[in-house]
C-alpha cells in the first residue's frame, strides 16, 4: 500500500509530479434523503423545508448613556400579528408573517421571502425600566427603546416615628 502524499507536500517538492493522486479530484459524498433521493445544496430554495420551524428573527442591539435599542425588520407584519413580552433582563418578540396571495408551488421562479411564524429572544446586558418602554414601527423597521435602570441612583428615605 502507497501513503499518498498530501497537497502541500506535492506543492512544496517532496513529491514526484507522477502522481496520480489528487485531492481536489475527490468527490464530495452525495447527501440522501429519508426517501433516498439525493440533496444538492445548490438546488433551489425551494426545495427548503425549513418552512415547517419557527423562521429566526435577525435584530441589532445597542445602547445609548440611558437606553437599550432593538431593532429589527418586520415588514409585511400587521401590529396585531406582532407580540413583544419584556422583562427586566430578556425581550421576546415573537409573530407571524402571512402571505397575503396564495401562489401554486410550480409558479414559482425562486422563493426567498420567510412567511409563517418567527420569533426571537434577547437577552439583555442590563435590567431595564419594563413599565417605561416603547415600542415603534415605521417602514417596516420596529424599534423598541428600553431605558436602563439606573443602580448608582440612591434615595434618602426618611425614618418616621410611630
Known amino acids: 500500500m502507497t501513503i499518498k502524499k498530501s497537497f502541500f507536500e506535492r506543492l512544496s517538492g517532496n513529491s514526484s509530479v507522477d502522481d496520480a493522486f489528487d485531492s481536489f479530484d475527490d468527490e464530495l459524498p452525495v447527501a440522501r434523503t429519508s ?3 439525493t440533496h ?12 415547517k420551524s419557527d423562521g429566526q428573527l435577525p435584530v441589532d442591539v445597542h ?5 437599550i435599542i432593538i431593532r429589527t425588520f418586520v415588514a409585511g407584519v400587521r401590529p396585531d400579528e406582532l407580540s413583544i413580552s419584556i422583562s427586566r433582563d430578556m425581550v421576546e ?10 401562489v401554486s408551488r410550480p409558479d ?28 415603534n414601527a415605521k417602514d417596516g423597521l420596529l424599534t423598541i427603546i428600553l431605558p436602563k435602570l439606573d443602580k448608582a441612583k440612591q434615595t434618602k428615605l426618611k425614618v418616621k416615628a410611630s
Open 108 to 135: 414559482y421562479f425562486s422563493q426567498e421571502l420567510f412567511w409563517g411564524s418567527f420569533s426571537r429572544t434577547i437577552m439583555l446586558p442590563q435590567e431595564i425600566d419594563v413599565d417605561a418602554a416603547s415600542a
Open 35 to 37: 426517501q433516498g433521493d
Open 63 to 67: 445602547q445609548t448613556a440611558s437606553d
Open 93 to 102: 418578540i415573537s409573530g407571524t408573517r402571512s402571505e397575503r396571495e396564495q
Open 40 to 51: 444538492n445544496p445548490r438546488t433551489s430554495l425551494l426545495d427548503d423545508d425549513s418552512s
